[in-house]
T-cell receptor
């Protein structure tokens, strides 16, 4: 297993366009998380899945954001009608279920909205 | 709202110096983790602590979880340029996802 993979690594889009990111977790991990990170800040939680079920979603998450994990394997994060404030690094992580298990993060997708 | 506050926000030291980074909250956490992140990459797990008062050592790094499980510290002995990076603490309660502090940016010059 090569770890958590995210695609693309970089995305530049015009304001108002829709974008979709993909995350492939470690195969034996059943939890998958999405975070957003801006410069000088720690990762901000967006949402997470256990298998295909979306168990938690940040109250701060706009309705323009949606995530899916249809078969309990890979996940996609879609942002509709992008805004300049959406520019950030979008990080995906996976882990085992259970207290104290660390997360394995991907290298992230850097989104720039122009 | 669970908040994790890290201090200091920035730290610039010379090779060989010791340093301590603090992570504090008013909430009790089931576990607390420390990560290190390099520019353009995702955070990498350093350690997980789950028991109040627990101390873990990883080579020159010493991690401590407060007795009340509300705070933690990371101590680095004899820092090296390779220790440069963003250090993040993160905590969770049972069934919830990790929340992260804002991080401490460490720069070690030779």
């Amino acid at each position: 297993d090569t770890g958590v993979s995210q695609d693309p690594r970089h995305k530049i889009t015009k304001r108002g366009q829709n974008v979709t990111f993909r995350c492939d977790p470690i195969s034996e991990h059943n939890r998958l998380y999405w975070y957003r990170q801006t410069l000088g800040q720690g990762p901000e939680f967006l949402t997470y899945f256990q298998n295909e079920a979306q168990l938690e979603k940040s109250r701060l998450l706009s309705d323009r954001f949606s995530a899916e994990r249809p078969k309990g394997s890979f996940s996609t994060l879609e942002i509709q009608r992008t805004e300049q404030g959406d520019s950030a690094m979008y990080l995906c992580a996976s882990s085992h279920v259970g207290q104290g298990y660390g997360y394995t993060f991907g290298s992230g997708t850097r989104l720039t909205v122009v | 709202t669970q908040l994790l506050e890290q201090s200091p926000q920035f730290l610039s030291i010379q090779e060989g110096e010791n340093l301590t980074v603090y992570c504090n909250s008013s909430s009790v956490f089931s576990s607390l983790q420390w990560y290190r992140q390099e520019p353009g990459e995702g955070p990498v797990l350093l350690v997980t602590v789950v028991t109040g008062g627990e101390v873990k050592k990883l080579k020159r790094l010493t991690f401590q979880f407060g007795d009340a499980r509300k705070d933690s510290s990371l101590h680095i002995t004899a820092a090296q340029p390779g220790d440069t990076g963003l250090y993040l603490c993160a905590g969770n309660q049972a069934g919830t996802a990790l929340i992260f502090g804002k991080g401490t940016t460490l720069s070690v010059s030779s």
